[in-house]
Every structure is written in structure tokens, then in C-alpha cells.
């Protein structure tokens, strides 16, 4: 059973970087989209950003200018560049691939954004 795994959360101070990355525990092929999602407390999971196996991207308003997806075909990896870090963007984030029928979890990392 092939797994997602991310890192590279933690706690950072309003204006600060993050970079989250997501790797899979065994070969997979075929993935369409790579996606972030993340989820604050009371609130519904939402997506953050996205990117197909061509390189487009699509990023929610709230992220926009400041967040960058990027993925490593050759490894699998998905990776979120999080800049200008707000309180707002404090939840647990996870990680999402697309496959032809079939879509992957991550089990989430937390992002706490606070002074």
C-alpha cells in the first residue's frame, strides 16, 4: 500500500517561511494532480494549491503571491513554498494525489503560525 508523507511543518512567526514536502513510501505512477489542502479547527478541509503533470498550478485566493507549489516527477515529491506566513494560515495541511481512479492522503502536518 503505497503511502503519502509529509514534512516540514511546525511553528513560525507571523511573516516567516515554511517548506512543506510530500513523498510516497513505494512507486507510484501516473499522477495526474498533485494538490495541498489544509484544514483549520471548525473549518472545512480546503484546497491551497494544485499542480497537473504539465505544470499548471492553481492556488486558492487567500495563498496567492504567496505560496508556491512545485513537484518532482523523477521522485514523486510535491512540495509547498509558504512565504509571508500569516495567523490565518495556521491547520493541519495534507497533502493529495490524483491517480487514474484512485486518490492518495497524506496523514497531515501541523502549521501554527504565531508570535
Known amino acids: 500500500q503505497v503511502q503519502l508523507v509529509e514534512s516540514g511543518g511546525g511553528l513560525v512567526q507571523p511573516g516567516g517561511s515554511l517548506r512543506l514536502s510530500c513523498a510516497t513510501s513505494?512507486?507510484?505512477?501516473?499522477?495526474?494532480?498533485m494538490g495541498w489542502y489544509r484544514q483549520a479547527p471548525g473549518n472545512e478541509r480546503e484546497l491551497v494549491a494544485a499542480?497537473?503533470?504539465?505544470?499548471?498550478?492553481n492556488y486558492a485566493d487567500s495563498v496567492k503571491g504567496r505560496f508556491t507549489i512545485s513537484r518532482d516527477n523523477a521522485k514523486n515529491t510535491a512540495y509547498l513554498q509558504m512565504n509571508s506566513l500569516k495567523p490565518e494560515d495556521t491547520a493541519v495541511y495534507y497533502c493529495?494525489?490524483?491517480?487514474?481512479?484512485?486518490?492518495?492522503w497524506g496523514q497531515g502536518t501541523q502549521v501554527t503560525v504565531s508570535s
Open positions: 499542480i497537473t503533470s504539465t505544470g499548471s498550478t
Open positions: 513505494g512507486s507510484i505512477f501516473s499522477i495526474y494532480v
Open positions: 493529495n494525489y490524483k491517480l487514474p481512479g484512485l486518490q492518495l
